[in-house]
């Protein structure tokens, strides 16, 4: 899931984001990977509420 961060203002991005972190939490020696995905994402969705606060 390259290009989270940069990716972010696109919804359809996250289905693919977290589909692809479903697939690496099966293979455990990913693991870590996937948690880094992870926390990509969750940053994405609060600096999009973040820029939804500004905006309204």
Known sequence: CYG?????EHPQWHT????????LQ???ETDEIARILFIHLLICQ???RQNVNIGS
Not at 4 to 8: G, K, N, R, S, T
């Open 46 to 48: 609060s600096k999009e």
């Open 26 to 28: 099966i293979q455990r």
């Open 4 to 8: 989270v961060m940069a990716h972010c």
């Open 16 to 23: 693919i984001c977290i589909s692809k972190i479903t697939v």
